[in-house]
């Protein structure tokens, strides 16, 4: 065991749309999210996690986002240029639109996936159901 895995309580169902294995073995994987899952209990890591899960009900998503949506594409460009300024991942490329089509939630993954997060915490984000009135932010 061990790893120091974070877990979480929803996750996305996948189908593997291509695979390749390597040379030594291993193999890559193309995944297509398919749907919303909710974990209702994690079982014992033997030999690795397993957890009974359901299909999540959709996500209430609230009205007008697009002024949410366009402040978080704002913020994500100046982190990356900050990052960029210090020697990190590159800036993103001023044609690169993070609006999703006007699809909130597709706009949601482009941001996680432009942000400098890691795996985990985009996850969090990913999960979070409503802005916090406190801080502009979403929470769960």
Do not use: H
């Amino acid at each position: 065991m061990g790893g120091g895995d974070e877990r979480s309580t929803l996750g996305t169902r996948g189908v593997i749309t291509k695979a390749v294995e390597l040379p030594d073995g291993r193999w890559v994987l193309e995944v297509e999210g398919e749907a919303l899952i909710a974990v209702d209990e994690w079982l014992p890591d033997d030999p690795y996690p397993v957890a009974l899960v359901r299909e999540a009900p959709p996500r209430p998503g609230p009205g007008d986002t697009g002024p949410l949506v366009g402040a978080a594409g704002r913020r994500v460009r100046r982190a990356r240029a900050l990052l960029a300024e210090q020697g990190g991942a590159p800036p993103l490329a001023p044609e690169l639109v993070l609006d999703g089509g006007g699809d909130a939630d597709v706009a949601s993954w482009q941001l996680c996936a432009a942000a400098p997060l890691n795996a985990y915490d985009a996850q969090r984000l990913l999960t979070r159901t409503a802005p916090r009135s406190d801080c502009g932010c979403w929470s769960s």
